[in-house]
């Protein structure tokens, strides 16, 4: 079993359309929690990370963890084209060793 | 206020040749951690460097080294390419080992022909 799942995609949405993107992971050593994006041909851009069970909202976007489930979600709110890029879900652990480990993201493309 | 700088952009290098990338962290930033992404997947872990000590490794061979400078920049050396080297190769920049927010740079792609 891989330590984190993410659906590839590609996900077509339509501008203003509200976005879930969700991750499933099996590491309980798994600490941290965070969501990046990017656009093609760019480094990933930190867009949220929290470290508990419960929502996080910033702006259009609302991170959601469920650590008894092993799962994370993304959403974004009135999604814009400027939104389409891979989304990353990230996870930190020290178990064994200090590491972030990605998903292997998801295409997102929101169309006008 | 200057990011994770990242050189060379690209290179292209043959295989069983050797190649140094050089990363300069965001300015207070102490950690620099090194990830490889091949095109369609999600960054894998390599090194991670704190206070110029090795904190974190990922699982890749012996080919793969690094190292931190007393400014905290860091080099990612790669020996004997092969093809499969071909990446984007990635540096992120953090406060500190812990669980913290770490920023990347815009990436190295190098090309193995």
């Known amino acids: 079993q891989k330590e984190v799942e993410q659906d590839p995609g590609p996900l077509s949405v339509p501008e203003g359309a509200i976005v879930s993107l969700n991750c499933t992971y099996s590491n309980s050593a798994f600490q941290y929690f965070m969501w990046y994006r990017q656009y093609s041909r760019k480094g990933p851009e930190l867009l949220m990370y929290t470290y508990s069970s419960g929502n996080k909202e910033d702006g259009r976007f609302t991170a959601q963890v469920d650590k008894s489930s092993k799962y994370i979600s993304l959403f974004i709110r009135d999604s814009q084209p400027s939104d389409s890029a891979t989304y990353l879900c990230a996870f930190y652990t020290t178990s064994g060793t200090y590491k972030y480990i990605f998903g292997t993201g998801t295409r997102l493309k929101v169309l006008a | 206020d200057a990011g994770v700088t990242q050189s060379p952009t690209h290179l292209i290098k043959t295989r069983g040749q050797q190649v140094t990338l050089r990363c300069s962290p965001i300015?207070?930033?102490?950690?620099v951690s090194w990830y490889q992404q091949v095109l369609g997947q999600g960054p894998q872990f390599i090194f991670q460097y704190y206070e110029k000590e090795e904190r974190g490794r990922g699982n890749f061979p012996d080919r793969f080294s690094a190292r931190q400078f007393p400014n905290y920049s860091s080099e990612l050396n790669v020996n004997a390419l092969l093809l499969g080297d071909s990446a984007l190769y990635l540096c992120?920049?953090?406060?500190?080992?812990?669980?913290?927010?770490?920023?990347f740079g815009q990436g190295t792609r190098l090309t193995v022909v």
């Open positions: 300015s207070g930033h102490k950690s």
């Open positions: 992120a920049s953090s406060l500190a080992v812990g669980p913290t927010e770490a920023f």
